[in-house]
């Protein structure tokens, strides 16, 4: 992470406080270093550390903690969106969708290659997958009910099939921020007769949270009471 050391092992720790954050005198000793380092010892560098050497740093007013900019696409749209569709919920246009109950991994023995043998093992257990067809096609069909504004870019019709190719970041903000946001709320929402406490309306809520953080993360402006809600 730009900001942080939270190693991958502690992922799943929400506790900003407990964050050790990236100190920008010592992200430029390990920097410079590393101008004048081997090529061994300046990818050992970069491997315990994720510090390279850029130009930048010959200015000295140039912060490279707080001048590293995260963009919004690749952020939101394209990471926490397209990861929370892909990979955490799973799509299979082939069957019916599942509860994406699946035996997750220790958090404390979680590694690079474990999250990618656990990607690879999810593509193979579609019972899991979250959005299968029966769900696709509500969507779908509140898409072609809904009239969207002249600027807002459209998604394809029949996203989540491989003939509708691969989504961009405008596209699954469109999908994840408007057309998941109206059908969810009422597949799982009111049309639900499992009640509050099922899975699925909880999955809701959580999905609903994500949206949330992601708008008010990425509003052209901010205030006291706009960042007291993110952090809630």
Known sequence: CRRCLLPINDIHNLN?????????????????????????????????????????LELP?????????????HLGYLGLFET??????GINHEKKGGDGLEPMPDAKKISKGSLQHR??????????????????EQIW?????????????KAPPKWGIPASGKLSADEYKVICSI??????????????EEGPQSRRFQMLLNFL????????????????????????
């Open 141 to 153: 069909a509140d898409m072609e009910r809904t009239v969207l504004p002249s600027w807002i870019q």
């Open 179 to 192: 057309h998941l946001v109206i059908t969810l709320i009422r597949v799982w929402g009111y049309e639900n």
């Open 16 to 56: 900003p406080e407990s964050w050790v954050m990236r100190d920008s005198l010592k992200h430029r000793e390990l920097a410079f270093e590393s101008k004048d380092a081997s090529p061994e010892r300046r990818d050992a560098i970069y491997k315990a550390h994720g510090v390279r050497w850029t130009e930048l």
């Open 84 to 89: 929370h569709l892909r990979k955490i919920w």
């Open 119 to 136: 990607d690879s093992t999810l593509k193979q257990k579609s019972i899991r997958d979250v959005i299968g067809k029966d769900l696709l």
């Open 61 to 73: 007013y140039w912060d490279p903690i707080l001048f590293t900019v995260i963009d919004d696409m």
């Open 209 to 232: 949270d994500l949206v949330h953080s992601i708008h008010v993360l990425f509003l052209r402006e901010t205030s006291a009471k706009l960042r007291a809600y993110y952090k809630t």
